[in-house]
């Protein structure tokens, strides 16, 4: 069993959706949770970071941390073509080694 | 403000042979980590490095080693190239705090014929 699952899709919706995103993971150590978006043939870039459970906000961008069901997700709401991309979830428990999921690929049809 | 730099963008090699990739931190970033991330799938942890010393590695063999420099600039060094190894190498920066915030760059592009 991976310490972090990710269903990787493709996730195909249309523009202006509420897209739901969500990993499982298996160590409980885990502290940190983190979102990154890859779009192709790019590094990954820093979308949403939380520290222990809860939910936080950022523009169109919901993430929430629920550690005792060892379960995370993200929200992208109205959603647009530009948000087609690779969506990461990572999470460390403190230092620099995270774990990755395998990554959804996203796409927002216009 | 420069973010992560890596070079070479693409490369190929041959079975057998050995490469030196390189990475340059986030302007105020001392740690470098190094990722692989094969077609389809998510960054597997390679090594950290932080004041010139490997201080995490994952797991991958030896053949696997880095190096940081003094101006926290890095190199990864792959020996005895195996077509397995074929992927994007991801050089990633962070400060000191264990915040598990990573910078990327764009990643070199190793194919191994």
């Known amino acids: 069993q991976k310490e972090v699952e990710q269903d990787p899709g493709p996730l195909s919706v249309p523009e202006g959706a509420i897209v739901s995103l969500n990993c499982t993971y298996s160590n409980s150590a885990f502290q940190y949770f983190m979102w990154y978006r890859q779009y192709s043939r790019k590094g990954p870039e820093l979308l949403m970071y939380t520290y222990s459970s809860g939910n936080k906000e950022d523009g169109r961008f919901t993430a929430q941390v629920d550690k005792s069901s060892k379960y995370i997700s993200l929200f992208i709401r109205d959603s647009q073509p530009s948000d087609s991309a690779t969506y990461l979830c990572?999470?460390?428990?403190?230092?620099?080694?995270?774990?990755f999921g395998a990554g959804t690929r996203l796409f927002v049809k216009a | 403000d420069a973010g992560v730099t890596q070079s070479p963008t693409h490369l190929i090699k041959t079975r057998g042979q050995q490469v030196t990739l390189r990475c340059s931190p986030k302007?105020?970033?001392?740690?470098v980590s190094w990722y692989q991330q094969a077609l389809g799938q998510g960054p597997q942890f390679i090594f950290q490095?932080?004041?010139?010393?490997?201080?995490q590695r994952g797991n991958f063999p030896d053949r696997f080693s880095g190096h940081q420099f003094p101006n926290y600039s890095s190199e990864l060094n792959v020996n005895a190239l195996l077509l397995g190894d074929s992927a994007l190498y991801l050089c990633?920066?962070?400060?000191?705090?264990?915040?598990?915030?990573?910078?990327f760059g764009e990643g070199s592009r190793l194919t191994v014929l």
């Open positions: 302007s105020g970033h001392d740690t």
């Open positions: 990572a999470m460390s428990p403190g230092g620099f080694k995270t774990i």
């Open positions: 490095y932080y004041e010139e010393e490997e201080r």
């Open positions: 990633a920066s962070g400060d000191r705090a264990p915040t598990g915030e990573l910078f």
